[in-house]
């Protein structure tokens, strides 16, 4: 087998297997066939949540030790893209040169940065234990607006638990938001929306979705986020709605559409949706870890003569919701995994049911 041969393995929480190709042990009991769809094993990651700790003359950039709250720095991280790693080092003598005092479990300023890469531009959000730029934090973020990143951004966050974005967002310098292409379609987003940090497979599983559908489908797609699973389907479809809790999304989606009377997004939770289910031919989940909302999972065991994908990042929620959708009627298609985390114990799911 292929070893990543990672120097930080041993104490990084970031990787759960030194194996790259090794798959996650639960697929052996997975109930069904289930394809198996990977790409790149190193650089793949394209977005990355990092702590700071340490102090200003010896910051600490990285991920948290294994079973502890120490961070660990992992410049030779190789699931990274290297721009990842290069823009860290960056960050690491902007802290030295401004004096900004990393956090340390409730005192200190920097805590977090989020880190983007597209197309060899990076986006920068860093988050601040403050509701204001004070003296100290100007020092730094001024420092930080001439290293003429495509985008830059402060998070306020004054919480003691371990949230680590606030809704608390200021757009420092640069564009308000950068563009990442998803199966051909470039998706507008920023470091408030949700973005795949592999984009180049995940465009694979939405190109893969997209040659499912029919012409003119009716689609209905819950927790569509900035859009980056239904705006590339648009093509194909006669209309689409799209539903999604987080405010800060409904602008990205409208920036990224180009035919404004294909679609309509609907901000809220997945009520707003329920009644549209019953028109749509196709529809698409794409849910948090812990699976299906109960009341939607309620309005799919009733519906019928639809077709269903499921995207799922969740393996025990997902099991939960299958066992109960067949249980209802649903029939399974085609199921793939998609080991979009290589060396993680994570997969992504598209799954497609029918129910007549």
């Given amino acids: 087998m292929f070893k990543l041969a990672c120097s930080h393995f041993p104490s990084c929480s970031g990787c759960s297997y030194e194996l790259s190709d090794c798959l996650p042990l ?145 757009h420092i310098s640069g564009d308000s938001y950068i563009w990442r292409s998803i199966a051909g379609t470039p998706i507008a987003t920023t470091p408030a929306s949700f973005s795949q940090a592999n984009p180049a497979l995940f465009s694979t599983l939405v190109a893969s979705l997209r040659d499912e559908l029919r012409l003119g489908d009716r689609i ?67 849910p948090p870890r812990k699976g299906l909302d109960p009341v939607l999972l309620a309005s799919l065991k009733e519906a019928r003569g639809k077709d269903l994908f499921y995207i799922s990042c969740g393996w025990k929620g997902f099991l939960r919701d299958y066992k109960e959708l067949i249980e209802a009627g649903w029939v399974l298609k085609r199921a793939r995994a998609y080991l979009l985390f290589p060396g993680s114990d994570h997969i992504e799911l598209l799954v497609s049911l029918r129910k007549e």
């Avoid at 990076?122 to 001439?146: E, L, T």
């Avoid at 859009?227 to 990205?252: F, M, R, W, Y």
């Avoid at 329920?274 to 794409?286: G, M, N, S």
Wanted: net charge neutral; proline share 5%.
């Fill in 220 to 286: 209905v797609e819950f927790y569509a986020g900035n859009g980056s699973v239904s705006l590339p389907l648009l093509d194909k479809a006669s209309h689409l709605v799209a539903i999604e809790q987080n405010p800060h999304t409904e602008e990205l989606f409208n920036l990224s559409l180009k035919d404004k009377t294909k679609a309509r997004y609907i901000t809220g939770d997945v009520k707003a949706g329920l009644p549209f289910i019953q028109d749509a031919d196709t529809i698409i989940v794409d």
């Fill in 26 to 170: 639960f697929l052996k009991d997975f109930p069904f066939p289930l394809e198996i769809v990977s790409k790149d094993l190193t650089k793949w990651r394209m977005r990355s949540k990092l702590a700071i700790r340490g102090t200003n003359t010896a910051p600490l950039i990285g991920l948290f030790k294994k079973g502890s709250h120490t961070v660990l720095p992992i410049p030779l991280c190789l699931v990274h893209h290297p721009l990842i790693n290069k823009t860290v080092r960056i960050v690491e003598e902007l802290i030295k040169e401004s004096g900004i005092i990393p956090y340390t479990e409730g005192r200190g300023t920097l805590r977090y940065c989020q880190i983007d890469v597209v197309e060899n531009q990076i986006m920068v959000a860093f988050v601040i234990n403050s509701n204001v730029i004070d003296n100290q934090s100007q020092r730094f973020v001024d420092a930080a607006v001439q290293k003429g990143w495509k985008s830059l951004w402060i998070n306020f966050n004054t919480r003691l638990d371990n949230v680590i974005f606030s809704d608390n967002w200021q």
